[in-house]
């Protein structure tokens, strides 16, 4: 008998259309049918090299029973809501692949609407431009940006060493030129080029957001890139304007990703530092998320 078990676990085989049913039943308690599919096309893609199309031409496709293996160790990071883009290493944005790990975000759409906006402000401008992203992370922002316009020289800064070593992998693997910094925007430090643009999407949540957010979030994605001070909510904001008061150009623009709840605070702070044409913008979810401004 534990012949018989130990040969039907080395030989054991899942159609493919089996292997999508035992996700959809699996993961049913979280994510909707239409989600577990896109998923389960992710996975057989990113990891057997499968069309999304197989499942429909070659329903009878067969995995062996490593491949099974595999699944199986996919489909338990998943019931423990462990985001997908960790599990495989990589996300999607903008129009580019980013590798990614739980030391960085995962990019979000919305980021990819503050990028549009940046490309947008300069698509008339033919000079040489310098732009700061402040704490890039994976590096989404800074090498996006470095792709969409040559004339875009991009540097970008983050206090974690392990977010800057991902970032400078992507910008490799996606052939961008950006100049790296390990800097902490808390502390004073110099800065020795003049910029034109600073584009950040710092930490903006407080701590009873938290009630409002799913563990694939809250679990994995790193804490200190998602939360700011509740005593000072836009303490970032602050640090970064402080910045840009010395070494923003005048008539240079600031760009920030934002949190909502606090555009009227972040709107007075920019006042307050002599900024104008202020300007907020929502995102495609219809929540003000996006605001700049000229620095005077």
Same mark, same amino acid.
């Given at each position: 008998?534990?012949?018989?078990?130990? *040969?039907? =676990?080395?030989?054991?085989? &899942?159609?493919?259309?089996?292997?999508?049913?035992?996700?959809?039943?699996?993961?049913?308690?979280?994510?909707?049918?239409?989600?577990?599919?896109? +998923?389960?096309?992710?996975?057989? /893609?990113?990891?057997?090299?499968?069309? #999304?199309?197989?499942?429909? *031409?070659?329903?009878?496709?067969?995995?062996?029973?490593?491949?099974?293996?595999?699944?199986?160790?996919?489909?338990?990071? &998943?019931?423990?809501?462990?985001?997908?883009?960790?599990?495989?290493?990589?996300?999607?944005?903008?129009?580019?692949?980013?590798?990614?790990?739980?030391?960085?975000?995962?990019?979000?759409?919305?980021? #990819?609407?503050?990028?549009?906006?940046?490309?947008?402000?300069?698509?008339?401008?033919?000079?040489? @431009?310098? *732009?700061?992203?402040?704490? =890039?992370?994976?590096?989404?922002?800074?090498?996006?940006?470095?792709?969409?316009?040559?004339?875009?020289?991009?540097?970008?800064?983050?206090?974690?060493?392990?977010?800057?070593?991902?970032?400078?992998?992507?910008?490799?693997? &996606?052939?961008?030129?950006?100049? $790296? $910094?390990?800097?902490?925007?808390?502390?004073?430090?110099?800065?020795?080029?003049?910029?034109?643009?600073?584009?950040?999407?710092?930490?903006?949540?407080? /701590?009873?957001?938290?009630?409002?957010?799913?563990?694939?979030?809250?679990? +994995?994605?790193?804490? /200190?890139? &998602? $939360? =700011?001070?509740?005593?000072?909510?836009?303490?970032?904001?602050?640090?970064?304007?402080? $910045?840009?008061?010395?070494?923003?150009?005048?008539?240079?623009?600031?760009?920030?990703?934002?949190?909502?709840?606090?555009?009227?605070?972040?709107?007075?702070? @920019?006042?307050?530092?002599?900024?104008?044409?202020?300007?907020?913008?929502?995102?495609? +979810?219809?929540?003000?998320?996006?605001?700049?401004?000229?620095?005077?």
């Amino acid at each position: 008998m534990v012949i018989k078990r130990y *040969l039907k =676990t080395i030989f054991y085989t &899942l159609k493919i259309t089996e292997a999508l049913a035992l996700f959809r039943e699996r993961l049913a308690f979280y994510l909707s049918k239409s989600e577990i599919d896109f +998923y389960f096309k992710k996975i057989i /893609s990113h990891y057997f090299d499968l069309e #999304a199309t197989t499942l429909a *031409l070659t329903p009878n496709h067969v995995f062996e029973s490593q491949e099974v293996k595999q699944l199986k160790e996919v489909l338990s990071d &998943l019931e423990k809501q462990k985001p997908l883009q960790y599990i495989l290493g990589e996300a999607d944005f903008y129009h580019y692949t980013f590798k990614v790990s739980e030391d960085v975000l995962i990019p979000r759409p919305e980021t #990819a609407e503050l990028i549009e906006w940046v490309k947008e402000s300069y698509s008339d401008t033919q000079k040489t @431009l310098s *732009l700061l992203d402040i704490g =890039t992370g994976s590096g989404c922002i800074a090498v996006s940006l470095a792709l969409a316009n040559a004339n875009f020289k991009v540097y970008a800064l983050d206090k974690f060493q392990h977010a800057l070593n991902i970032a400078k992998e992507n910008a490799i693997n &996606l052939e961008a030129k950006v100049s $790296f $910094f390990k800097h902490d925007i808390t502390q004073n430090f110099q800065w020795e080029t003049p910029l034109d643009s600073i584009v950040s999407n710092p930490p903006y949540l407080i /701590s009873n957001e938290k009630k409002q957010m799913r563990p694939n979030v809250l679990d +994995y994605e790193p804490y /200190s890139a &998602l $939360f =700011t001070p509740d005593k000072n909510p836009i303490y970032f904001y602050e640090k970064i304007v402080s $910045f840009a008061q010395l070494y923003l150009k005048k008539n240079g623009y600031i760009f920030f990703e934002i949190n909502p709840t606090f555009v009227k605070s972040i709107v007075s702070l @920019l006042e307050e530092n002599s900024y104008s044409n202020i300007e907020i913008r929502k995102d495609a +979810y219809g929540k003000e998320r996006m605001i700049k401004a000229i620095k005077n």
